[in-house]
């Protein structure tokens, strides 16, 4: 795998574990005015930030920070840890808020040690969606949970809500406005005639999938407003993750 390839695997990876098993609202760190670093984002609750994440071409620098319980139970478990994130941790200097550990990631088996790290820092918090009355579309999504889907599972004043966060998420990315403003409520899978009504599901089999989730190229931008994860100096709201991208991205929450 070049290093490119793995660099964007680690960026999907770490979003799909701190969405997934945290609810945080990630905030924007400027770009470096010095050229240090690309920005990046924090993932916070409340005051507290549980990983700092700092872009770079070749990488991803890691901050997280413990305090004394935390640096008790990591000596219980050090061993657990490979050679060089218990050199970084040695080597780290101890503030009075706590060791400030920068781990420099560019692979997924060092971003794997660092996960173990933030489950340290922070207990999952994650709650997730109830599925005894979920409605999956070949697209992915949970209709159910839907901003698209007009089977009456929201009513029409979440649906404003959720167009709402929908817009701060994604911004100009999509559109409810224009010719969009009526043409986007989707009646789901069930009852689309083939090849007609939906292009999700056309382009699917066009390419001899019975579902988009199927198709080496899922996600894409035709099948899913969920764009794929990717690390960057964006700011959202711990609720616009859960109701405006959670919903939208097959398998990877617990959806």
């Known amino acids: 795998m070049s290093n490119i390839a793995e660099l964007q695997e680690v960026s999907m990876e770490t ?19 010095k050229g240090t670093h690309l920005g990046g984002v924090k993932f916070r609750r409340g005051g507290k930030t549980v990983v700092a994440i700092y ?10 920070i413990f305090g004394k319980a935390e640096r008790e139970k990591f000596e219980m ?47 999952p918090n994650r709650k997730s969606f109830p599925k005894d009355q979920a409605i999956y579309g070949h697209c992915g999504h949970r ?10 599972t929201i009513s029409e004043t979440f649906r404003m809500e959720l167009i709402e966060r929908m817009k701060r998420v994604y911004s100009h990315e999509i559109s409810f406005e224009g010719e ?11 009852d689309l005639p083939p090849n007609d009504s ?7 089999e066009n390419k001899g999938n019975e579902k988009c989730v199927n198709c080496t ?9 969920g764009l794929p994860p990717k690390i960057e100096p964006k ?21």
């Open 217 to 225: 190229n899922y996600p894409c931008t035709k099948a899913t407003a």
């Open 55 to 64: 872009i770079y071409e070749n990488r991803f620098d890691f901050l997280v």
């Open 198 to 204: 939906c292009h999700q599901k056309k382009c699917a």
């Open 143 to 152: 209709c159910d949970l839907c901003v698209y889907y007009d089977g009456d």
């Open 235 to 255: 700011s959202i709201l711990a609720e616009d993750v859960t109701w405006a991208i959670l919903p939208y991205v097959e398998g990877q929450y617990g959806n």
């Open 77 to 123: 478990q050090r061993g657990a840890f490979p050679q060089v994130i218990q050199e970084i941790y040695d080597n780290s200097k101890t503030y009075h808020d706590g060791k400030w550990m920068m781990i420099p990631i560019s692979d997924l088996d060092t971003l794997e040690a660092v996960k173990k790290l933030i489950l340290i820092k922070k207990k």
């Open 15 to 33: 979003l799909r574990f701190m969405r997934g098993k945290y609810a945080l609202d990630e905030i924007a760190i400027d770009k470096d005015r």
């Open 180 to 190: 969009n403003k009526n043409a986007f409520l989707c009646s789901g899978c069930t």
